[in-house]
């Protein structure tokens, strides 16, 4: 191989690698600004205000049965009458502590490696970002009734 050679093929190779980078760049930046890349990705939020809404919206709707029930006629024994009235004991039945953070295993159990979630104190309004805290309500709920019918056994 002469000087001559190795000189011509220096350019060449700066040249192609030039090309590649461009190329390169130009694909990565396409993809981001057509959104291919963030399509990759689903958010899902579990939200505070959200929760706290479900579970008001829950309380008074036991409520409104429990009164309808009375309006009906049924009578209740005091035992029974106590004992409801220790099961309403507040948001998430008095276990705000076990419900913040079974809220927050369970929201987590969400996700998986395309599928990110997020913890926040209120609703996020973005395209493409679905809430899940409905269904992350009705699974604290779930839990926190098996864990108190485990406490009364």
């Known amino acids: 191989m002469s ?5 011509r093929q220096l350019p060449l ?10 190329v390169g760049w130009l694909l990565c ?4 600004r057509l959104g291919i890349i963030g399509e990759c990705y689903q958010l899902r ?11 008001k919206a829950r309380i008074k709707k036991e409520g409104a049965a429990r009164v309808a029930k009375e309006k009906d006629g049924a009578e209740k024994k005091e035992e029974e009458e106590g004992e409801e009235a220790a099961d309403d004991g507040g948001l ?5 502590e076990t419900a913040v953070r079974l809220a927050a295993e369970i929201a987590y159990r969400h996700e998986t490696g395309n599928t990110k979630v997020i913890l926040s104190s209120a609703p996020i309004y973005a395209k493409g970002v679905v809430s899940i ?14 864990q108190k019918g485990r406490r009364k056994e």
């Open 3 to 7: 000087k001559s050679s190795g000189r």
């Open 13 to 22: 190779v700066i040249g192609v690698a030039l090309v590649f980078s461009v």
């Open 29 to 32: 930046y396409g993809s981001l």
């Open 133 to 146: 805290s409905k269904e992350v309500h009705e699974e604290v709920i779930a839990e926190l009734k098996r």
């Open 92 to 96: 998430f039945f008095g276990e705000i």
């Open 45 to 55: 939020y579990a939200a505070q205000e959200e929760l706290i809404a479900l579970e």
